[in-house]
């Protein structure tokens, strides 16, 4: 295990402190997300009572196969919990989030969900939001005349030359578990999210964007030797 993959261990194992006999959790999608689907299996082999929704195929195969029961958002909500991973999040606990392509899905879980809390490492937590690429989960018909259009959208708020990139795997274009195509936009530094996430929902062909802004409630941010709790104020 790299060292980075024992701090989202950490981080991981203590959120699952936060996790109480009859919740309804949402289970959240990539590395992270999948070491406290993990690490929560054990209990629920040992009787812990939890039904966990999942933000994507991927964490649903996995929670199957380690016997967690799962079953669909509207029998479920509102959840209790969500515990998911962030690509970036700062100090005001927003977030971006998308590298797995399954933003759309944990943005529906996350707010339908009473608290939400992100588990990272380190590295994720930033004082800027942007430095990662922004994925755009858009609509396949006309992809082409939605990225201009966010470019266009970006370009009126002062951000030029933002480079809106479909994402391809192995040469093909990704799809995501609903159907869509992602593109990743570089903006190199965020410097209003409210703004520029209200400028992205409303550009025709978006379905969403990987912003999560006031939506997470307790950041669990994994240092070497110590975790750290970051919680939404106000
Ligand atoms: C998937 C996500 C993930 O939560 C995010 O990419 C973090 O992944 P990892 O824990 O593997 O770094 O948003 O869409």
């Known amino acids: 295990m790299t060292s980075q993959d024992s701090l989202k261990r950490d981080a991981a194992a203590k959120a699952l402190e936060f996790v109480r006999p009859g919740m309804k959790l949402?289970?959240?999608?990539?590395?992270?997300?999948?070491?406290?689907?993990?690490?929560?299996a054990p209990l629920v082999r040992d009787g812990l009572d939890v039904t966990g929704v999942a933000t994507s195929e991927r964490t649903a195969l996995k929670a199957r196969a380690l016997g967690i029961a799962l079953d669909e958002l509207d029998r479920l909500a509102p959840l209790d919990l969500t515990v998911d991973g962030a690509d970036e999040a700062?100090?005001?606990?927003?977030?971006?989030?998308?590298a797995g392509a399954a933003l759309l899905r944990e943005k529906i879980v996350a707010a339908s969900s009473r608290e939400m809390i992100v588990i990272a490492d380190e590295s994720k937590l930033v004082a800027q939001l942007g430095k990662f690429a922004l994925p755009v989960e858009i609509i396949p018909f006309g992809q082409a005349t939605t990225l201009a259009r966010i470019a266009r959208a970006c370009a009126a708020l002062g951000y030029r030359d933002v480079k809106a990139t479909l994402r391809r795997k192995d040469g093909a274009l990704v799809r995501t578990d609903s159907g869509n195509l992602v593109c990743d936009c570089a903006f190199g530094a965020i410097k209003d999210a409210a703004a520029l996430g209200a400028a992205l929902s409303a550009v025709t062909g978006v379905v969403e964007h990987g912003l999560f802004i006031g939506i997470a409630t307790m950041l669990i941010i994994a240092h070497p030797g110590r975790v750290e709790i970051i919680r939404r104020t106000g």
Do not use: P, R, W
């Open 90 to 98: 700062d100090h005001s606990l927003d977030l971006i989030k998308g």
């Open 26 to 40: 949402g289970l959240g999608t990539g590395s992270t997300a999948e070491a406290f689907v993990d690490l929560l």
